[in-house]
């Protein structure tokens, strides 16, 4: 759940705006795929993240930026993805993966499916 916690100090860091742009459905992608990423980190012993959570960010950030969006857009995307919303899209995909609370094994096969179909989760793990 450290992933999680990363992300929300994100957005508890910039304070809270209202706004839905292409740049912000591409943080809480991210954010959902990176946030899964960790917790299979955490819970699976054979996969492990091919980067910290803070180097993974940076590096979308320089995507975006890449892409033409502003420092001030990808800061405004970023305060207003509610941490709730990033959550509920975790929790979703893992029930609709077959992954519930506390199985650890249910959660690695998830993982090796998705390194096997190179995901964005996939894609993150090693």
């Given at each position: 759940m450290r992933a999680l916690a990363v992300f929300a100090g994100l957005v508890t860091?910039?304070?809270?705006?209202?706004q839905s742009t292409g740049v912000q459905a591409q943080f809480e992608a991210f954010a959902a795929d990176a946030s899964t990423a960790e917790i299979m980190d955490d819970i699976c012993p054979q996969?492990?993240?091919?980067?910290?959570?803070?180097?993974?960010t940076d590096g979308f950030i320089q995507?975006?930026?890449?892409?033409?969006y502003s420092d001030t857009e990808i800061v405004q995307a970023i305060e207003a993805t509610p941490e709730s919303r990033v959550v509920d899209r975790v929790i979703a995909r893992m029930g609709?993966?077959?992954?519930?609370p506390g199985d650890a094994a249910a959660l690695c096969a998830y993982a090796e499916r998705e390194v096997a179909a190179n995901s964005g989760i996939g894609r993150l793990l090693r």
């Open positions: 860091l910039t304070g809270c705006v209202a996969y492990r993240m091919r980067q910290s959570l803070e180097a993974l995507q975006m930026r890449d892409a033409g609709a993966e077959g992954v519930t």
